[in-house]
């Protein structure tokens, strides 16, 4: 075995000893670092802290680095090709990578490029994509997008009539209590802040109908409405109990095929399976 | 072929690219006059673009009558009927249809009939309408309309409940409230609006009981309410995904029947199929 | 037939051309009466309109007092027994003759007994009873009640479930936050009613955690308890969904049934059909 | 039958008239116990009738403790084991045992052990695991755990991607609303406290977006974040579900099989019943 199976084995190979525990060090240290994002915008601990949060994402980086090349290296393992290049193109180009390329150059990028302050806070957001990296440690994310994708026509007819639904709510609203209240209800920009809080259910209270006929089209607009926004909750979960179901019963007939491969009693006159 | 012809394989005929790029050209421009409506409404924006939001509406509103009219024209394709005269007629009456005379409608009336301002403002709630013209581009609100369609009955009864628990939950409320809060409970109609906040789980937070008994039974009302209400949107969401897994089924019994239709084996004893 | 005949048959029964002109106008009465009820809580209506709304009373328990007489003549045709009286006692103690009796026992009761204005206001909640009466005139009360006989054991479960979900949360948010609020968690009652908006998710926001541990622990109810008290609605939603499945059934077997009446295949050795 | 056995007969045996008196009693002694809890928190109540809640407490503490007793004294008889102390000892390591011996420990630990009085406080609060005694005499909790226990899988997936979810949400809210409203944004962790009102749809109101950008990205967080986090829901909901139909079908086949017993008809060519 070669230095790059060995490292192949630690990195991606799911029943190892020594992958479980390089596993189970890349997690806690994602971990932390959400944590630590966290932390770092309370001003005080942010104040306190700042040479150890500072070294805590050096430290990070160069473990998410080292992690990078070390799947760099060894991307022709995973990624079969004609030749190495092109194995390291795959996977530079996987799902995977991105994330892991993302994660690390909010660090990297403010030394090669004159950044202003403004966006380097918003790369910060990206080092939450950090998170994301543990997506590949499990299979949640995975079983999500695929219960997205099989509902993806259910779930973008149910989208498109509750956006319907919420465009006419919140511009009905606006005509009815504009007059009544006009600071709650300034346009219908607002009055859709108002409709999506009630579709939703949410409702903070920040801004709600006052007369008579408004609170009466809420109403009216909550009954209908909240049955029609919950809907593509019910086709996600029924396309993600589905998945799960058909996985089980796959398991069950390779069961019941291993148990019954002999006994199987066929037609006697066409010597059809029964 | 006509040009007639032409013209409904271009505004009816799905599979056409013309078709597509027709569609797709409706639907940016119905999408960018929901988002003209919408910021129409932001008085500041209304009184620095007002020509060019005219400019846009008698742009949009020449568009759609064109549209109408090939509608008309070619309507004997669609619709075949006897006469030409019969098949407009059955046209002019189809939802697609008045849906379209609606959307153009608040544009041309102030133009025959002397109509008050406060008129033409609801006119324009009427141009949102415009946003259910995507509706003939794609099956949502068909699917919707049908799964309501199926479940009709249990809807009307769950609503049935629901209405009745709202309308006792609202009147108790009023009765152990209005004495300790005139102004939140002041008559069954403003009770009734604590109700459906409630029901509905919405929650606003501009009534809520406040003596004892008065969380004690909305306590109580919200625990065995929120299920009833909750109810339409179950029925709802099985009929949408009883109707998709219809459709798959039938689509998998085709296939099937494709693929045994010479393997077929009949009981030895009556012909039928085992 | 019998005049009692005559008025059973437009009082009871479902098909004929009168009984349904009967509902309509018996149905028509009530939710008058339920509207009468509402506006009568508005103060300025019930002084401008104070003969009006009880000359309507009057016009309405004259109306149901003469349904619930014509109803005990002809007891017997429905109930059938022995004697008459024992008809007439059953039927008294059926479900709809309860409601009808105590939706007009307001209006009667005061004429016999000495009773205080805070009783007499109480008796007014009586009267909303009278929109269950049209609980005769359709199914969805039926139903729902079928539904909830059905389910009765698990709804039991998930219900007591529940409760203990929100006395361990009512419990643990007053020892949380009751040094900080005194006044929103003065006691383990108000912490139960935050508890209750929280887990039905109504969130009114007259009460919420403002110290971090108790942000931390409402975080970690809300998103375990709302499953859980979700559970009830999911449980009863589907019991309701079944037994309309059932009843799709055995309508289409008994179709099936008629059709291959004829056409049964049995097995050629024991007879049993195939 | 000795008296252990008669002892065992009164406080386990689910048939006897004896144990159903038994279980009657202890269930009204801890919904006392819970009911003295909840009052003993009103300032009022606690310092007027001081001494009967004092009382009420040592007579509830001593029946747990002497059926604690009992319990250890018969439980060779429900753990069957080699000798006595091995029973004994498996008993106390049970959930309920340990239950028992929580409910009653706040109790007797200040007698042996100098506590603090912000322990007892805490004390009081595993008082109310008094409540998960009614535990034993149902099978809520348990048909509960094991729909949580089948399901496990899933609803950990779901609740990381919910986790996930609210991480972006938070964070994301956090950079786009904390210059706008430092008070109520001023860090990470308040900005969580929003995402969790909001994606559970409790929406509490304290904090929420004032600027149109924070208002349109939690409007989007609001659509798509209610259906991921309503998924543990509705995999719960329908593993409990399963479990139910599972046992009636159960039950339905063991009916079938006592009645068919006699009338299996077998294929003609491999015995294999039909």
């Not at 660090?107 to 004159?114: G, R, S, T």
Request: proline share 3%; charged share 20%.
């Amino acid at each position: 075995m070669t230095i790059r199976e060995k490292i192949y084995n630690i990195i991606d190979n799911e029943k190892n000893l020594s992958t479980r525990l390089f596993d189970a060090f890349m997690t806690t240290l994602i971990i932390l670092n959400v944590a630590a994002i966290i932390l770092e915008s309370h001003q005080s601990l942010a104040t306190a802290f700042h040479q150890e949060f500072f070294a805590f994402e050096i430290f990070s980086v160069f473990i998410f680095t080292i992690e990078l090349m070390l799947r760099i290296i060894v991307a022709d393992i995973h990624y079969k090709s004609e030749n190495y290049l092109n194995s390291v193109i795959r996977y530079l180009f996987s799902f995977s990578a991105i994330v892991d390329i993302l994660a690390i150059m909010p660090f990297y990028l403010p030394m090669f490029l004159a950044v202003d302050l403004r966006f380097i806070r918003m790369l910060r957001l990206v080092r939450l994509l950090r998170v994301l990296k543990i997506g590949r440690y499990n299979k949640a994310l995975k079983a999500v997008a695929k219960a997205l994708g099989q509902r993806k026509e259910e779930l973008f007819l149910t989208s498109f009539v509750g956006l319907v639904l919420l465009l006419f709510s919140g511009t009905l609203m606006y005509y009815v209590e504009h007059e009544t209240q006009p600071d709650a209800f300034p346009n219908i920009t607002a009055s859709l802040w108002w409709a999506i809080a009630t579709l939703t259910t949410v409702g903070y209270g920040d801004v709600y109908p006052v007369t008579t006929l408004g609170k009466f089209i809420a109403g009216i607009i909550a009954f209908i409405g909240v049955g029609f926004v919950a809907l593509p909750t019910g086709i996600l979960s029924s396309a993600f109990m589905e998945q799960i179901n058909r996985r089980e019963q796959e398991e069950k007939e390779k069961e019941e095929n291993i148990d019954e491969h002999k006994e199987v009693c066929s037609c006697p006159h066409c010597g059809k399976e029964l």
